[in-house]
């Protein structure tokens, strides 16, 4: 995971697939990328050439397809993305990765609890294709039906897959932190061998987080802040966080975007 | 056809090209280092660095504009002394140019920093900063008044052992008034534009999108002011100009020079593509060898007005 991995490369699309209301999953030809990236690590992409948009845009790595193919699933939120969701297969891209700091799983967990919100999904699956040991249970939250995102197919060691929307429309209705909440609370045997790795919105990392605290579960999270370089050199993408146990800016795209849950100073943000 | 010579020297120090990785757009050299070879630059400036660590603004710290993007770091940086432990190592072992840019709260810190990096090895030259607009007791109140911009370039030069680049704010009503009096107080040259002013409003929060409310604008969309900046200043002062402000590519960087840069350094383009300064380079080497320019320090100032 040394930086002399990371590679800018002009990419290929392969395809484009859509995979729910405003979600697309984007097929890229990134075989130095795909070759050394892991769960939680993220792409800068730079979504036309041209000054407008000018920033790359981040997303996590949601997978890797043989051979030499990078996933990304993306949702659709304002001109980026928009520009993104009309490229057709053939057209290229450039594509700066693979960046930051994955999820580093516990090869002793029994069990894998993986957490999403929404979009958030995306590291996830990517994740829980790379388990090798252990079981997993994969807890899928999303807003109404519409919404949802299939990853029986994604995950091969989850015998368990909840998915949960906010209205009911499938699967369980509430909150996604409300099952994970009531599987703490039931499997106190399991509680020391398991951990949580989570991604979403702000609000249900925090709770999250606060149900990893209550339960003596180790928890990583994957975050998210507004990007310039994606490679450490800005400073910009600043969250507060604690090092060494003083309170510091984290940076997201270096220091992250995985963090220990109890290293984020969440009552900042 | 003979190869076209790119070296310049700004104040005694020969650069082997006019491009220049601009301060806080390219971390400490390494962060890049594995992208392309950041020996063939012209040059690096480091992030600016203070004498205490600094832990910079509250997020969000950058939003994108038009062509452009608004930053608030509020010059985070880890200090002087991890500098010199932690990067200045790796710096020294360059083959490129390395120029430390200083930052002060006060005309007694910039003095402490410029002698303190007196006698280290591997710097080639100083940049001041006195423009930065993030730092509510600094940057501003300096770099926008004439006689301060004097009173601390005066304190740099008076205690650094290496030549001395004044890094110039576009945030003043008349920028050849701070550069004839940094000039005048002993700078070996300028350097401009730093970032412009700006803000930006998250209309769904009705509050400001930056955690500092306000940002320096960089980018394209501020070309034209620092151009029109680098030609106005190169007419008025002796010393050399380092020209800068939203180059993205060998023609942007060729304009400024014809406007009156001897050099050139590339900020945000950095961000957009990582390679974006070494193309510069090899875009100015195709277009002297085309036209015929044996020299490339025979085009700074060159515009015909
Ligand atoms: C490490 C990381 C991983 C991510 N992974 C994914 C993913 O797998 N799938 C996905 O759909 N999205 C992901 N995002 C969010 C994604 O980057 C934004 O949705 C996207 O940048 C929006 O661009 P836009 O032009 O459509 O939106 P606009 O709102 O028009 O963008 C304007 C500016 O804000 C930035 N921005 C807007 N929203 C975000 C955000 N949530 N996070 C960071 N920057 C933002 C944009 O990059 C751009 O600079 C990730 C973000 C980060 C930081
Ligand atoms: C994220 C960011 C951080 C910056 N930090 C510094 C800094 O620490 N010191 C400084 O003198 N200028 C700093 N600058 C200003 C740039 O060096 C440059 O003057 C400015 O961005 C204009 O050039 P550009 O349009 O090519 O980016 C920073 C700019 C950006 C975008
Ligand atoms: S995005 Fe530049 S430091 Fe993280």
Same mark, same amino acid.
């Given at each position: 995971?040394?930086?002399?991995?990371?590679?800018?490369?002009?990419?290929?699309?392969?395809?484009?697939?859509?995979?729910?209301?405003?979600?697309?999953?984007?097929?890229?030809?990134?075989?130095?990328?795909?070759? /050394? %990236?892991?769960?939680?690590?993220?792409?800068? +992409?730079?979504v036309r050439d041209g000054l407008d948009p000018l920033l790359r845009?981040?997303?996590?790595?949601?997978? +890797?397809?043989?051979?030499?193919?990078? *996933?990304?699933?993306?949702?659709?939120?304002?001109?980026? /993305?928009?520009?993104?969701?009309?490229? *057709?297969?053939?057209?290229?891209?450039?594509?700066?990765?693979?960046?930051?700091?994955?999820?580093?799983?516990?090869?002793?967990?029994?069990?894998a609890l993986l957490v999403s919100g929404g979009i958030g999904i995306?590291?996830?699956?990517?994740?829980?294709?790379?388990?090798?040991?252990?079981?997993?249970?994969?807890?899928?939250?999303?807003?109404?039906?519409?919404?949802? +995102?299939?990853?029986?197919?994604?995950?091969?060691?989850? #015998?368990?897959?909840?998915?949960? /929307?906010?209205?009911?429309?499938?699967?369980?209705?509430?909150?996604? /932190?409300?099952?994970?909440?009531?599987?703490?609370?039931? %499997?106190?045997?399991?509680?020391?061998?398991?951990?949580?790795?989570?991604?979403?919105?702000? #609000?249900?990392?925090? &709770?999250?987080?606060?149900?990893?605290?209550?339960?003596?579960?180790?928890?990583?999270?994957?975050?998210?802040?507004?990007? %310039?370089?994606?490679?450490?050199?800005?400073?910009?993408?600043?969250?507060?966080?604690?090092?060494?146990? %003083?309170?510091?800016?984290?940076?997201?795209? &270096?220091?992250? #975007?995985?963090?220990?849950?109890?290293?984020?100073?969440?009552?900042?943000? | 056809?003979?190869? !076209?010579?790119?070296?310049?020297?700004?104040?005694?120090?020969?650069?082997?090209?006019?491009?220049?990785?601009?301060?806080?757009?390219?971390?400490?050299?390494?962060?890049?280092?594995?992208?392309?070879?950041?020996?063939?630059?012209?040059?690096?400036v480091v992030k600016g660095i203070s004498l205490k660590p600094r832990?910079?603004?509250?997020?969000?710290?950058? $939003?994108?504009?038009?062509?452009?993007?608004?930053?608030?770091?509020?010059?985070?940086?880890?200090? @002087?002394?991890?500098?010199?432990?932690?990067?200045?190592?790796? @710096?020294?072992?360059?083959?490129?140019?390395?120029? $430390?840019?200083?930052?002060?709260?006060?005309?007694?810190?910039?003095?402490?920093?410029?002698?303190?990096?007196?006698?280290?090895?591997?710097?080639?030259?100083?940049?001041?900063?006195?423009?930065?607009?993030?730092?509510?007791?600094?940057?501003?109140?300096?770099?926008?008044?004439?006689?301060?911009?004097?009173?601390?370039?005066?304190?740099?030069?008076?205690?650094?052992?290496?030549?001395?680049?004044?890094?110039?704010?576009?945030?003043?009503?008349?920028?050849?008034?701070? !550069?004839?009096?940094?000039?005048?107080?002993?700078?070996?040259?300028?350097?401009?534009?730093?970032?412009?002013?700006?803000?930006?409003?998250?209309?769904?929060?009705?509050?400001? $999108?930056?955690?500092?409310?306000?940002?320096?604008?960089?980018?394209?969309?501020?070309?034209?002011?620092?151009?029109?900046?680098?030609?106005?200043?190169?007419?008025?002062?002796?010393?050399?100009?380092?020209?800068?402000?939203?180059?993205?590519?060998?023609?942007?960087?060729?304009?400024?020079?014809?406007?009156?840069?001897?050099?050139?350094?590339?900020?945000?383009?950095?961000?957009?593509?990582?390679?974006? !300064?070494?193309?510069?380079?090899?875009?100015?080497?195709?277009?002297?060898?085309?036209?015929?320019?044996?020299?490339?320090?025979?085009?700074?100032?060159?515009?015909?007005?």
């Amino acid at each position: 995971m040394s930086k002399a991995c990371v590679m800018d490369e002009n990419s290929e699309v392969v395809f484009q697939r859509k995979m729910a209301d405003g979600v697309f999953l984007m097929g890229i030809e990134s075989p130095g990328i795909a070759a /050394t %990236a892991i769960p939680g690590q993220f792409v800068m +992409i730079r979504v036309r050439d041209g000054l407008d948009p000018l920033l790359r845009r981040p997303f996590s790595i949601c997978g +890797i397809r043989e051979p030499g193919v990078v *996933l990304v699933l993306y949702m659709l939120v304002g001109e980026g /993305t928009q520009i993104l969701s009309r490229i *057709l297969p053939g057209e290229r891209i450039s594509v700066l990765g693979p960046l930051g700091r994955g999820f580093k799983p516990d090869e002793k967990d029994s069990r894998a609890l993986l957490v999403s919100g929404g979009i958030g999904i995306a590291p996830l699956i990517f994740l829980a294709r790379r388990l090798r040991s252990g079981e997993a249970l994969f807890m899928a939250g999303f807003r109404s039906s519409r919404q949802v +995102i299939q990853v029986r197919s994604a995950c091969l060691v989850c #015998p368990e897959i909840y998915i949960v /929307t906010e209205d009911g429309s499938e699967g369980e209705r509430g909150l996604v /932190t409300d099952i994970l909440a009531e599987r703490l609370k039931g %499997a106190a045997s399991e509680r020391g061998r398991s951990s949580i790795y989570a991604c979403g919105p702000v #609000p249900m990392l925090k &709770k999250v987080a606060s149900l990893s605290k209550e339960f003596g579960v180790p928890c990583q999270v994957s975050m998210e802040a507004h990007m %310039a370089c994606g490679l450490g050199a800005c400073q910009g993408c600043a969250v507060p966080g604690k090092r060494a146990l %003083a309170d510091a800016y984290l940076h997201v795209c &270096k220091d992250g #975007p995985v963090f220990p849950a109890g290293n984020i100073r969440w009552e900042s943000l | 056809m003979t190869e !076209a010579d790119l070296g310049v020297e700004i104040a005694g120090v020969k650069l082997k090209n006019p491009v220049i990785a601009a301060s806080g757009t390219f971390g400490y050299g390494e962060e890049y280092a594995g992208l392309f070879d950041i020996n063939s630059l012209g040059g690096l400036v480091v992030k600016g660095i203070s004498l205490k660590p600094r832990q910079g603004n509250p997020p969000p710290r950058i $939003v994108e504009t038009p062509c452009g993007m608004l930053n608030s770091i509020g010059l985070a940086n880890i200090g @002087l002394d991890a500098f010199v432990k932690e990067k200045l190592p790796y @710096l020294s072992g360059l083959s490129t140019a390395v120029i $430390v840019n200083i930052y002060g709260h006060s005309i007694k810190e910039y003095a402490e920093l410029a002698g303190a990096l007196k006698g280290l090895s591997g710097i080639s030259l100083i940049e001041v900063n006195i423009s930065c607009p993030n730092v509510e007791c600094g940057g501003m109140a300096f770099g926008t008044d004439p006689d301060m911009s004097a009173r601390v370039t005066d304190a740099v030069v008076s205690r650094a052992d290496l030549p001395v680049i004044v890094k110039l704010s576009p945030n003043v009503t008349d920028i050849r008034a701070v !550069a004839r009096a940094v000039e005048k107080a002993g700078a070996s040259a300028v350097s401009l534009i730093n970032t412009l002013t700006g803000m930006a409003v998250d209309l769904g929060r009705r509050s400001p $999108v930056l955690g500092n409310v306000i940002g320096g604008l960089s980018g394209p969309a501020i070309k034209p002011v620092a151009l029109y900046m680098v030609y106005q200043t190169a007419k008025s002062i002796g010393i050399p100009v380092i020209g800068m402000g939203g180059i993205v590519n060998y023609r942007d960087a060729l304009e400024f020079i014809i406007a009156g840069a001897s050099a050139v350094q590339i900020g945000t383009a950095n961000f957009i593509n990582p390679r974006a !300064a070494v193309e510069v380079i090899e875009g100015i080497r195709q277009y002297c060898e085309t036209n015929a320019i044996a020299r490339i320090s025979d085009l700074t100032g060159s515009i015909r007005a």
